[in-house]
């Protein structure tokens, strides 16, 4: 199982993008998927994440401005960032795991991993 992102790139402060995360394959090991964000000298931290319920989370860094939703029949994962800040820039990540009652806000908990995609907010 491969996951692929995409859709980052370089956005004003204010602007929007969405990103997006192909899983190569239906599996039952992306019954909870993620979104974490890397910038440089930092450590990985939580974005956003979604059972297979859709039951969603989010850190207060992102809640109302950032929206995570799954498209079961495509196999892909979306990100939908809005209002997004010069802080916002980093590498994201898409990640996957089939471990039940687990915190979703901790990378090590998931078993799946993407390559990332670059966003970029210019103020």
């Known amino acids: 199982v491969q996951l692929v992102e995409s859709g980052g790139g370089l956005v004003q402060a204010g602007g929007s993008l969405r990103l997006s995360c192909t899983v190569s394959?239906?599996?039952?090991?992306?019954?909870?998927m993620g979104w974490f964000r890397q910038a440089p000298g930092k450590q990985r931290e939580f974005v956003a994440a979604?059972?297979?319920?859709?039951?969603?989370y989010y850190p207060d860094s992102v809640k109302g401005r950032f929206t995570i939703s799954r498209d079961n029949a495509e196999n892909t994962l979306y990100l939908q960032m809005n209002r997004l800040k010069p802080e916002d820039t980093a590498v994201y990540y898409c990640?996957?795991?089939?471990?039940?009652?687990?915190?979703?806000?901790?990378?090590?908990?998931?078993?799946?991993w993407g390559q990332g995609t670059q966003v970029t907010v210019s103020s």
């Open positions: 990640a996957a795991t089939d471990l039940p009652g687990i915190n979703l806000g901790i990378p090590e908990n998931y078993q799946l």
């Open positions: 394959t239906e599996s039952s090991r992306t019954k909870h």
């Open positions: 979604i059972t297979e319920t859709r039951k969603t």
